[in-house]
């Protein structure tokens, strides 16, 4: 599986971003995870294939949601009402079988899209 992340960018406190992944293959469960300088990463959202089970990190309940368009083998990440503390390398990553918020579960990794979150 290949999977290649999208749509990183500068944006300014308050504003919104859309991250994008395409994924060469589809029955996989697909999270996003960020990684901020001198931290570890961390779990971010995740979605089933059948899109039945979303999960969402605490810290970004209410402004972030994840989305998949499986026709175009697709998963997306809409941010809003980002704050500096977003600002990280975001990484959408695949597993096969049931969603988690464990790095350690998944199978695949893309090369991550860069947020910059400016006060």
């Known amino acids: 599986v290949q999977l290649q992340a999208s749509g990183g960018g500068l944006v300014q406190a308050g504003g919104s971003l859309r991250l994008s992944c395409a994924a060469s293959?589809?029955?996989?469960?697909m999270g996003w995870f960020r990684q901020a300088p001198g931290k570890e990463r961390e779990f971010v959202a995740a979605i089933s294939w059948n899109i039945a089970n979303i999960y969402l990190a605490d810290s970004v309940k209410g402004r972030f949601t994840i989305a998949r368009d499986n026709a175009k083998n697709t998963v997306y990440l809409q941010m809003s009402n980002l704050k500096p503390e977003d600002t990280a390398v975001y990484y959408c990553?695949?597993?096969?079988?049931?969603?988690?918020?464990?790095?350690?579960?998944?199978?695949?990794w893309g090369q991550g899209t860069l947020v910059t979150v400016s006060s």
């Open positions: 990553a695949a597993k096969l079988g049931g969603i988690s918020t464990t790095t350690a579960e998944y199978d695949y």
């Open positions: 293959g589809r029955s996989y469960a």
